[in-house]
């Protein structure tokens, strides 16, 4: 399946914390402002109109670096862009990307917390499911909620008895699109998933169920998805033994009255 255009984002950052993505997702996340470099397709993320490249920066827990380092650094700096890869994965050379935002700004103080939103156009849209059947959902009621946090505790369990079947089910919406957005075999995606799902099964510790009291429950993609975490910060599903610890973030999207995985 050949994709018509592809969307990629290019981020590097160090010395504050800083979550960002394409329409909300959490593409570039630094808790603890030690510095990443993050290159990704983000072809899954873009929706036919009204895009968006979404951001915070913030102050570390405790408002220091895992050094000691009182944040923000001195040379603390944020770049991120969205833009059309050449065939290397690289910006076109003359060609300026859809959407681009630096810190510390040019001018003025180096304010944190700061939120960015940077609307952006795209000539292609990517053909992903997600978009044409989730509905926008502005606010949740009570019942959306307790749906929603079941729904990820399901999941949860799931990945825990190493289902590979199971996983690929309940999170085929989001999957689906990946093979659409990248390109692949729906088939071909649906076989990785199920053989590499069943590897949650061996982790040794996993976090109990969530309840709807420490959900947290953000609204992204313009109402059509709601990122789920613990609390304000931590991924709605995490796994973990003494070497490796796994953590998932988890979209939830209103499909025909019902809450599924949609991201």
């Known amino acids: 399946m050949a994709i018509l255009n592809n969307y ?87 060609v300026p990307p859809l959407a681009a935002f630096r810190w510390p700004l040019p001018i003025g103080p180096r304010v944190v917390p700061m939120p960015f939103t940077i609307p952006f156009k795209i000539a292609e849209p990517i053909p992903t499911r997600l978009w044409s059947v989730a509905a926008v959902v502005d606010s949740l009621t009570n019942v959306d909620r307790a749906e929603i946090v079941a729904l990820v505790n399901r999941l949860r369990a799931v990945m825990a008895a190493g289902d590979g079947v199971g996983v690929y089910e309940m999170m085929q919406l989001r999957y689906d699109d990946e093979a659409i957005a990248e390109g692949f075999s729906i088939a071909d995606m649906k076989q990785v998933v199920v053989e590499q799902s069943g590897a949650f099964g061996h982790f040794t510790r996993g976090q109990p169920d969530l309840d709807v009291l420490s959900a947290g429950l953000t609204l992204v993609a313009g109402g059509q998805l709601y990122l789920i975490t613990r609390g304000a910060m931590q991924s709605a599903i995490t796994f973990e033994d003494d070497e490796t610890k796994l953590s998932i973030d988890v979209y939830a999207a209103k499909v025909n009255g019902t809450w599924v995985v949609g991201r």
């Open 8 to 94: 990629a984002m290019k981020a590097k950052c160090y010395g504050v914390a800083i979550r960002a993505g394409v329409n909300g997702s959490l593409t570039l996340v630094d808790l603890k402002g030690e510095g990443k470099m993050v290159y990704r397709q983000v072809n899954d993320w873009i929706r036919p109109e009204k895009n968006s490249l979404t951001g915070l920066l913030f102050l570390p827990p405790g408002g220091s670096l895992p050094d000691g380092t009182r944040a923000p650094t001195p040379d603390a700096f944020l770049q991120i862009s969205i833009y059309v890869p050449d065939e290397l994965g690289e910006p076109v050379v003359g």
